[in-house]
Structure formats: structure tokens, C-alpha cells
T-cell receptor, first 115, second 111 residues
């Protein structure tokens, strides 16, 4: 079974630009969550999508947005990039149903660097 | 809301030493508990899990027991190896949703 796939692995952008990151979940998983990981702030939750609807949202500004397609693939967009957006962005998928014990499965992340 | 607290480290041990990484949680319901490991340049990998009180999760020599009375899920390994050097995250989830992660503990094992 293929794991969670994130593309691209690395990105370099400049301030003010926008960026789109992609995540393909494990087949059959309907929940996709996005996290930002930085050395200073640790792992911070951005948002979760389930069946094309945003189900949960973290405390990030509106510049961070996402969407999920009917095949459960998800994209995350960041507009008007700032230096502080430099981070590893992780995607995680899970079945998403109300069932205890189901773990999240993570991709290897997209490393975004803002110059 | 739910939260997870764990020792942030870094923790530095010699090879074959005993490892304990403490994790405590606060939850309104009855969560499932997880330990994840992150190696350099990679995402998080599930290490072990437990879904009810007194359950013991184990994998690759690591163990953790779900202690409801102390709201804890401490990670232990009897003899660490250099290859165990990584960042370890404690996490909880209620009903397969709303995952909450601790800040992570960096472990360095010296030969």
C-alpha cells in the first residue's frame, strides 16, 4: 500500500509570492491534515479536511488555505509569503471515521524556504 | 481543550542505556494514545499506540503503558542504540479525530 505522498519535497520562494503544496493520502483515507513544523514552534496544526470539507482549523492567518478533491487528494496554499513561513509542511492522512485507535500516517513533508 | 505535555530534552544517552521519555495528557474524553518517531529529513512514523487503560503498546523494543489514573503514557526502552537517535512525539486522539501532539523530545544516543 503506497504511503502518503507530498510534492514537491523542496521549494524556494521569495517574500510576497504564493505557493501550493500537494498531498496524496493513503488509498481509502478520507481525512487529510496539514501541519507546520519549525524548530522554535514544534508541530502546529493548520487544518483538516474530510470528504472535501474543512472539519477542523488551527490558529493560522487567512493567508493559509487548503482544499480537498473528490479523490481525497489535498492542496495547501500560502499567499503573500513571509520569512516566518519557512518551515517543513507535513501532511497526514487517516480514515477519518469515528473509530478509536486509528493513527495518522505522515508524508515526508515539503521543505519551504523563503528568501 | 485536550493537551499533551512531554519532556522536551534534548536527552543524551550512551548506547545500551535505559530510556524513559515522560508524557502526560489532558483530555475531556477517553483518548487513544500514540508515540511517533521522526528521523532527520523524514515525516513522523507511528511507533506504537494504546487505546484503553492498562493497554501496553510495543514496537522495536519500545514500550508504553496507558495509565488512566495518572493520565500518562511514558515511553521506555531497555537498551537504546545509536540508530534510535531521533525526535519522539507523544500524541492523543479522541475517536480518530482531533489529533493533539506534544512538543517532541530530541534523543541523541552516543556510541
Amino acid at each position: 500500500k503506497a504511503g502518503v505522498t507530498q510534492t514537491p519535497r523542496y521549494l524556494i520562494k521569495t517574500r510576497g509570492q504564493q505557493v501550493t503544496l500537494s498531498c496524496s493520502p493513503i488509498s481509502g483515507h478520507r481525512s487529510v491534515s496539514w501541519y507546520q513544523q519549525t524548530p522554535g514552534q514544534g508541530l502546529q496544526f493548520l487544518f483538516e479536511y474530510f470528504s472535501e470539507t474543512q472539519r477542523n482549523k488551527g490558529n493560522f492567518p487567512g493567508r493559509f488555505s487548503g482544499r480537498q478533491f473528490s479523490n481525497s487528494r489535498s492542496e495547501m496554499n500560502v499567499s503573500t509569503l513571509e520569512l516566518g513561513d519557512s518551515a517543513l509542511y507535513l501532511c497526514a492522512s487517516s480514515p477519518g471515521y469515528d473509530r478509536p485507535g486509528q493513527p495518522q500516517h505522515f508524508g515526508d513533508g515539503t521543505r519551504l524556504s523563503i528568501l | 481543550g485536550d493537551s499533551v505535555t512531554q519532556m522536551e530534552g534534548p536527552v543524551t544517552l550512551s548506547e545500551e542505556a535505559f530510556l524513559t521519555i515522560n508524557c502526560t495528557y489532558t483530555a475531556t474524553g477517553y483518548p487513544s494514545l500514540f508515540w511517533y518517531v521522526q528521523y532527520p529529513g523524514e515525516g513522523l512514523q507511528l511507533l506504537l499506540k494504546a487505546t484503553k487503560a492498562d493497554d501496553k503498546g510495543s514496537n522495536k523494543g519500545f514500550e508504553a503503558t496507558y495509565r488512566k489514573e495518572t493520565t500518562s503514557f511514558h515511553l521506555e526502552k531497555g537498551s537504546v542504540q545509536v540508530s534510535d537517535s531521533a525526535v519522539y512525539f507523544c500524541a492523543l486522539s479522541e475517536s480518530g479525530q482531533n489529533f493533539v501532539f506534544g512538543p517532541g523530545t530530541r534523543l541523541s544516543v552516543l556510541p
